[in-house]
């Protein structure tokens, strides 16, 4: 099974694990002293071609092999490759390889061209995604800190959900200009310490963006639970897990890919370590769903009752309606692509994942901040304060100007 992080790469991890495979046999072969012909004779040594590995022969034999076995790029042929062993060397292969290995029909989607343009829109759309949705989380956290009323755990919580999002957003510039910065680079078989520890911070922010959902929803369900209590003891727990969960995570699957699969940039999604960094996300997902459902009967059950007053439930569906619409808008996508191989709906996957993804960050500021009534009731509080500043300021020059 090939390990690479686009089917194209699987074409060239395919040849450099069969020419290591090849250079192994033929170290281990100068190690011994043993010629492969009869007689002492010396005969052909085991030699790599750049497509196949040729065992050692005597002189006047053959050997034969078929082409590669490569998906999606060569058609299943029967046809074999010759090459004789002669006093001289190995002869050239006949039949040639590109008359014996048929390569599979090109379509549309296999157009370098057409793919090169559709990863360069891609890029233009999640970039475009990334840039409005930091733009918005920093004014929300902004608004945020400000203004000393809106200073409580509830809000704590939102510029920690909103941080996540930033480094979401810092980690995909940062791995784009890691890993596609300079073209002449083969990313292909890139492995770097640089580009390791960007791969490390992109999925410690993926990481951490869930686990702090995990703690909107905890907290929701804490609210209605406890009915408004103090809740400042729980903040340090959220935050533990918020960030000291994914940190955790992120520390075993470095260590285990440095231990057991240390190759390429780490950027693989098919290598079975991937589950370190996958199973956790998928926990999540799968708690805040159960969360959701409790907090869809919490809530239910509360504004049926007839002892709430009618300002309670208006503020238990005003803390309900932005996480309740977050939880499944999260998860469900990634849940629907985690029941499925990696490299079925690649295209559908990238869409979710990098172009609708990035606005994510958008949205949640825009749920959770301006479109909340506290928010925008203070904000026009603090603008109408400064707009009758201002005019006081104004006319105070004004009669010093006319009594002087």
Not at 39 to 56: F, N, P, R
Not at 113 to 122: D, G, I, N, Q, R
Not at 227 to 242: C, E, M, N, P, Q
Not at 325 to 338: K, M, Q, R, S
């Amino acid at each position: 099974k090939v390990r690479a992080t686009h089917p194209d790469c699987s074409v060239v991890l395919y040849f450099q694990e069969q020419e290591a495979e090849c250079l192994e046999i033929i170290r281990s072969e100068r190690q011994t002293s043993a010629p492969p012909g009869p007689s002492g004779q010396q005969g052909c040594l085991t030699e790599w071609d750049g497509v196949s590995c040729w065992s050692a022969l005597p002189v006047g034999q053959s050997r034969a092999v078929a082409c590669p076995d490569i998906l999606h790029v060569f058609k299943k042929s029967k046809a074999l490759i010759w090459r004789n062993c002669t006093e001289v060397g190995w002869t050239f292969p006949s039949p040639p390889y590109y008359n014996a290995c048929e390569l599979e029909a090109i379509g549309i989607n296999n157009d370098t061209e057409a793919k090169a343009s559709y990863f360069v829109t891609m890029k233009v759309l999640y970039t475009c995604g990334y840039s409005t949705s930091l733009a918005a989380l920093f004014l929300a956290i902004g608004i945020f800190s400000c203004f000393r009323k809106l200073h409580c755990t509830r809000n704590s919580i939102h510029i920690h959900f909103f941080t996540s999002f930033i480094l979401r957003g810092a980690a995909v510039f940062l791995k784009d200009a890691v890993l596609f910065s300079d073209e002449s680079v083969d990313h292909c078989t890139m492995s770097t310490v640089k580009c390791k520890a960007a791969i490390a911070f992109f999925q410690y922010s993926i990481l951490a963006n869930f686990y702090w959902l995990l703690v909107e929803g905890m907290y929701l369900q804490t609210l209605l639970l406890l009915t408004f209590t103090s809740d400042k003891r729980y903040i340090w727990w959220y935050i533990l897990i918020g960030w000291g969960v994914p940190m955790l995570t992120v520390c075993v699957w470095v260590v285990t890919r440095l231990q057991y699969d240390n190759h390429g940039c780490w950027d693989d999604y098919t290598s079975l370590y991937w589950w370190v960094i996958k199973a956790p996300i998928l926990l999540a997902i799968f708690v805040n769903f159960l969360i959701f459902l409790n907090v869809t009967r919490m809530l239910a059950q509360k504004i049926r009752s007839p002892d709430i007053s009618k300002n309670y439930k208006q503020q238990y569906m005003r803390l309900t309606k932005s996480t309740l619409l977050l939880i499944p808008l999260f998860g469900v996508h990634y849940v629907v692509f985690a029941l499925f191989p990696e490299h079925i709906g690649v295209d559908a996957r990238l869409y979710f994942e990098l172009v609708l993804g990035s606005y994510q960050g958008f949205l949640v500021a825009l749920l959770y901040c301006f479109l909340n009534g506290e928010v925008q009731a203070e904000v026009k509080r603090n603008w109408g304060k400064w707009q009758s500043s201002m005019e006081s300021n104004v006319f105070n020059l004004a009669t010093q100007d006319f009594t002087a």
